[in-house]
């Protein structure tokens, strides 16, 4: 078998005429690990991984595998494997035909061929479907052969791209982990574009977050879901409650108390600011507390408003007093018009840059 | 979408069969009852009484009338070859958008509107023994004698090449087109090179669309008339079946033998469909089994 990659190395940048789509996008992994470019539609993930793959020129930039350059390569000469959004199976090969295209280009023998394909159906659990047509599949069943088709030939690194968007939800998560199962057992190195935050959290080793054709950053699952570096990948992250406000004090500990539309607010921050730097407030949905003490820190009053059933939960908005809205998720049963004290738990507030104050990490 | 498979008319049919109507009523009154009439005459020949095959018996007899079966296959078979070849490769090579797309395909696609006459005086001017053509040639040193181009087997096939090219090719482009990317790229990262790509993956795809486009301009040169007669040899070596029929009606006003003719140039245009069509189904059978439109 041939080995995975040790460390990938490029920076890119893409212009579509006058269109810039990667600015200068720059990055250098390890192998064997679960890398996604997250990012909403249009921030270049895409463009970056066909980049990578050989499918589209880059305008300018360089790709680096093992320490050697590959961006001259054509995509048939890199030994890379690729999954596409729309399965992109050829529809008048049947399965067999499929996954034996690219060892029947190989020139290997018959026998290794039927053998390698019976393999890989058994991987990706569907043994017997050699002489079904693509169109006879279902959406699932046809990534399964998709993902089949390009790991038989070992590919040094594996490009996936959106390959769940195109299946329903409760396909999506078993795929998700029959991806994190191959990925894992094959010891593969695998580059995973996205727009879905919670495949790129529960699948991957690094994450990479790109917004315009820009890094925006870039590091572990916990610290892009913990730490994020902005309001966008906050944003992204599921951050839904953002507070404009103006720093008072600042603490040890990376203690930050701000003062914004009536409302003080502690919290923790990983950048540097100073003392009347704008900043912005942030805290998840449903790490707001619901009641508390009244006269306490980050304490607020204020009447719920509408209420979604989430089963286990309920989502509601909070209209507070000092104005503004605040998401709230809590398994306390809320009712709408309801007066209640909500708690931002300094420790779970994180502050931000504000947008456009070009603050850093 | 996938047609219902339970047979039963839905409302989507019932909706198309009103849209077919007006198309079908013209196709009876302008297509099937003048057919119908022309078969019937050519049963009615002018010498006997009554219903007789003598006019289709006098065609295969006489070697100045049948061999125009041979001289219009002649013709119609390396013209559709040509025709097809030349838009396929241009298409094919045009499927992901080309610069200035616009304007070369505008440019390409122009000899439709002009209509054959024009196009027919044309290329007698611009290829004829004194055109600019064979002048510049001339000029240039490149030649000692003028080419013959017209009047000729190469002139009517010059005619057919101009007039087709566009339909052919814009059909084609469009099938090529809507071919989904992907598979090509996917090919492309499983180890194929581009003409591994054209000839495993996207030949056998585009192959319905190219049995579609030969059968189309097969039937249109097999019919051919008015470039054989003013590009070609109308009395010779271009004298195909359709001015056989021709010279009968308005030359020996000889209507019935004329139909009988007609008759049989359908014929044979309509067996080359069948034969080209059952290819086909066989094709689509294996590019696209269970997907799409059969």
Not at chain 1, 70 to 98: C, S, W
Not at chain 1, 114 to 135: C, I, N, T
Not at chain 2, 78 to 89: C, E, G, Q, R, W
Not at chain 2, 160 to 174: E, I, K, S
Request: neutral net charge.
């Amino acid at each position: 078998m041939k080995e995975t990659i040790e460390s990938l190395r490029f920076r890119i940048t893409k212009r579509f005429g006058t269109k810039t789509v990667l600015r200068d996008f720059a990055l250098e992994v390890r192998g064997r690990q679960f890398i996604t470019f997250l990012g909403p539609s249009g921030c270049g993930k895409s463009t970056a991984l066909n980049i990578i793959a050989g499918l589209i020129p880059a305008t300018d930039g360089e790709v680096w595998i093992d320490g050697e350059r590959i961006d001259h390569l054509p995509p048939e000469k890199r030994g890379f494997g690729m999954v596409f959004q729309n399965y992109a199976l050829f529809p008048h090969m049947t399965v067999f035909g499929n996954i034996a295209f690219g060892l029947q280009l190989q020139r290997r023998p018959a026998a290794e061929i039927a053998e390698r394909v019976r393999q890989m159906l058994d991987l990706v659990q569907l043994p017997g479907f050699e002489g079904r047509y693509p169109g006879q599949l279902s959406g699932g069943q046809q990534q399964r052969i998709a993902i089949a088709r390009a790991l038989v030939l070992h590919p040094r690194l594996l490009l996936l791209d959106e390959p769940l968007s195109n299946l329903d939800a409760k396909l999506r998560i078993e795929m998700r982990a029959e991806i994190k199962r191959l990925h894992t057992n094959l010891g593969l190195t695998s580059i995973y574009v996205t727009h879905d935050q919670v495949e790129a959290l529960s699948l991957s080793d690094w994450v990479v977050v790109m917004r315009d054709g820009l890094l925006i950053q870039a590091g572990t699952p916990q610290e892009i879901h913990d730490q994020p570096v902005n309001v966008f990948v906050a944003d992204f992250m599921g951050f839904r409650n953002f507070f404009q406000t103006q720093v008072v004090a600042l603490g040890p500990d990376r203690d930050v108390e701000a003062a914004g539309n009536g409302m003080k607010i502690r919290g923790k921050t990983r950048h540097t600011f100073v003392p009347g730097a704008s900043v912005v407030a942030a805290i998840r949905p449903d790490d707001v507390v619901i009641g508390g003490d009244a006269g306490g820190p980050n304490a607020f009053r204020g009447t719920v408003d509408i209420v979604e059933y989430l089963g286990r939960e309920d989502e509601a908005i909070v209209t507070l007093e000092a104005g503004g809205r605040l998401w709230v998720r809590t398994a306390a049963r809320l009712a709408p018009g309801e007066n209640v004290t909500v708690v931002l738990p300094p420790d779970r507030v994180i502050f931000l840059p504000s947008e456009g104050s070009g603050g850093t990490a | 979408m996938r047609r219902s498979q339970t047979g039963e008319p839905s409302e989507l049919d019932l909706m198309a069969i009103a849209c077919l109507l007006p198309s079908l009523l013209y196709v009876l009154v302008m297509f099937v009852y003048p057919f119908l009439y022309g078969i019937y005459l050519s049963l009615r020949p002018l010498k006997v009484d009554g219903f007789s095959l003598a006019n289709y018996i006098a065609f295969f007899t006489d070697q100045y009338q049948y061999k125009t079966v041979g001289i219009t296959f002649r013709l119609a078979i390396p013209n559709t070859v040509v025709v097809v070849a030349f838009s396929l490769l241009l298409a094919y090579n045009m499927r992901r958008g080309i610069w200035l797309e616009r304007t070369i395909t505008t440019i390409l696609v122009l000899p439709i509107s002009l209509g054959v006459i024009l196009l027919g005086q044309g290329i007698l001017g611009f290829y004829g023994g004194k055109g600019w053509f064979n002048q510049m040639l001339l000029g240039l040193g490149l030649l000692e004698d003028s080419l013959v181009l017209t009047h000729n087997f190469t002139g009517v096939m010059l005619s057919l090449f101009m007039q087709q090219f566009p339909f052919c090719f814009l059909m084609l482009l469009g099938y090529i087109s809507g071919i989904d990317p992907s598979i090509e790229n996917s090919a492309r990262t499983l180890g194929a090179g581009p003409w591994t790509v054209f000839q495993k993956v996207m030949l056998p795809l585009i192959a319905p669309g190219l049995a579609i486009a030969f059968a189309l301009i097969f039937v249109m040169s097999f019919a051919t008339f008015p470039s054989a007669i003013l590009l070609g040899q109308p009395l010779g070596a271009t004298r195909t079946i359709a001015i056989a029929a021709y010279a009968q009606a308005f030359e020996m006003f000889d209507m019935p033998y004329a139909s009988a003719i007609a008759v049989i140039m359908g014929l044979f245009q309509m067996a080359a469909l069948v034969v080209i069509v059952l290819l086909r189904r066989r094709m689509v059978m294996a590019a696209t089994m269970g997907v799409g439109k059969r």
